[in-house]
């Protein structure tokens, strides 16, 4: 999915990936704790891409991916509401995240009541 507004600062670029075998992850085992992480400034492009990730009976599993066009809340915001969109059901008792604000508040506003874990 490409969500672009007429390249307007309040309308991030987002990228969003999640195949069957993902959603069927993230239902199976995505109701109790899931991670989120980024990368930053790690290629060339310095766009941030996000992983959803949940713990599975072989280990960590990537359940969604999504790309940015910057790290602002409202971005991050928006590939999470993305995200959310494909899985209605999910609600995740518990996250993991890194210490950025941005991803701490989008999740809160999307998941009220979820604890968060910083790593």
């Known amino acids: 999915m490409i969500d672009r507004n007429e390249h307007s600062q309040s309308s991030p670029v987002v990228f969003a990936h999640q195949s069957k075998w993902q959603q069927d ?19 060339v492009y310095d766009m941030p891409l996000f992983f959803f990730c949940v713990f599975s009976n072989v280990g960590y599993v990537n359940v969604a991916t999504f790309l940015l066009s ?3 809340q409202e971005s991050i915001a928006a590939g999470i509401n993305q ?30 009541g979820a604890l968060h874990t910083m790593c």
């Not at 604000?101 to 989008?106: L, S, Y």
């Open 70 to 72: 910057d790290e602002r």
């Open 25 to 43: 992850m993230l239902q199976l085992y995505g109701s109790c704790m899931c991670l989120i992480d980024a990368t930053y400034r790690t290629t």
């Open 83 to 112: 995200i959310t969109k494909w899985n209605p059901h999910w609600k995740p008792t518990q996250f993991i995240t890194d210490f950025h604000e941005g991803q701490i508040t989008a999740l809160e506003a999307t998941f009220p």
